[in-house]
Structures are given as structure tokens and as C-alpha cells.
């Protein structure tokens, strides 16, 4: 079987607003990238995308422009790096929470796959929405990033415990921002 037939999507939510995800997201989708892996990187973040600005691009058109009826070649923008693209968030006034939901969204990510070594997808803060597990339910695995000291032991172990139950494969937390002692 070929590399594309085995392509695997992925999430990574966190906690709270500020734990990092983004950052964590992008520097897997570089290292992969490097590693000779076609990556995609899609901004499911529709209340704060920031995967465009990483990598200074423009914020539409994108997810959900996508999601509402555009081509998803309208949408593919291409990074410094030959193997990696974005798919942003997309123009504001068409983002809809409920789109992750939909078949398109499962059709969009069946055509990803089938394009990409790797689907990444940033989603909004598990505490502020509940998007990260209508999208779990979707991908094929996820990982939860929290910020060090940052997050409850308990909230952690909620969190995780809802992405366990998610019929994505949960691979564990990344605990970003850790300082030596």
C-alpha cells in the first residue's frame, strides 16, 4: 500500500485559551514536513485562528469557505516548504460551529487524506467549545497540548477522559511551555 493510503488525520485541542496549540501543531506539521511527509495544516479555530499568521498568510478563503460550497483548490496555500500546506479558517462571516458536523466536513477530510501524508487540524480551546470533540469524532487521532502549571489536574483528566471517548485514537497530552528547575 502506498503512503497516501495510509494517511492518518489528526487534532490537537487544549485546555484553555493560551496553552499553545497552535505552536505545537505548526512545529509537527514542519517536523513532518522535513521528514519528506506531504502535511496539511487546517484551521478549525473559527473563534481564534491563528495558523495563518504563523506562516503569514491570508485568512481567506478557507475551512469554511470550503464548508459553504467553494473548491477546496481556493483554499490550499501553500507554505515556504514544498510539502506543507494551510487550509486557514476561512472568512468570518461564514464560519459556522455547526459545519463540523455536516458530511462536507466528512467528505473534506476523506479528500485531504487522500492528498496528504498527514491532516493536522487546530481546533478552538476544548474549555471554550466543544468543537475539538464533534471534530474527534471525525479524525483519527488526537492529543490534548496544555500549558504547564497552567491547567488543572482535574481539568486535564476531564478532558481527556472526553477524548478518550471520542472515536478517535487518543495519544496522550503534550505539556507545552515547561521550565527547567
Not at 483554499?75 to 472568512?91: E, K, Y
Not at 476544548?126 to 469524532?137: E, K, M, Y
Amino acid at each position: 500500500a502506498s503512503t497516501r493510503s495510509a494517511a492518518r488525520s489528526g487534532i490537537r485541542p487544549s485546555g484553555m485559551p493560551g496553552s499553545g496549540s497552535t505552536s505545537v501543531l505548526c512545529n509537527i506539521a514542519l517536523s513532518w514536513a522535513a521528514a519528506d511527509k506531504k502535511v496539511a495544516i487546517v484551521d478549525a479555530n473559527f473563534r481564534r485562528p491563528g495558523a495563518h499568521r504563523v506562516f503569514a498568510l491570508r485568512e481567506g478563503p478557507g475551512l469554511a469557505d470550503v464548508l459553504s460550497g467553494a473548491p477546496l483548490e481556493e483554499a490550499i496555500q501553500h507554505t515556504g516548504d514544498s510539502r506543507l500546506d494551510l487550509i486557514s479558517a476561512g472568512s468570518r462571516e461564514k464560519r459556522v460551529f455547526e459545519m463540523f458536523s455536516s458530511e462536507r466536513f466528512s467528505q473534506l477530510l476523506a479528500e485531504l487524506k487522500a492528498r496528504y501524508d498527514l491532516v493536522l487540524i487546530d481546533v478552538a480551546p476544548a474549555l471554550v467549545a466543544s468543537d475539538s470533540l464533534s471534530i474527534a469524532n471525525r479524525c483519527d487521532a488526537s492529543c490534548l497540548v496544555v500549558r504547564a502549571l497552567g491547567e488543572k489536574r482535574g481539568l486535564v483528566g476531564r478532558l481527556r477522559n472526553d477524548l478518550n471517548d471520542a472515536r478517535s485514537e487518543f495519544l496522550g497530552v503534550v505539556v507545552n511551555a515547561v521550565k527547567p528547575s
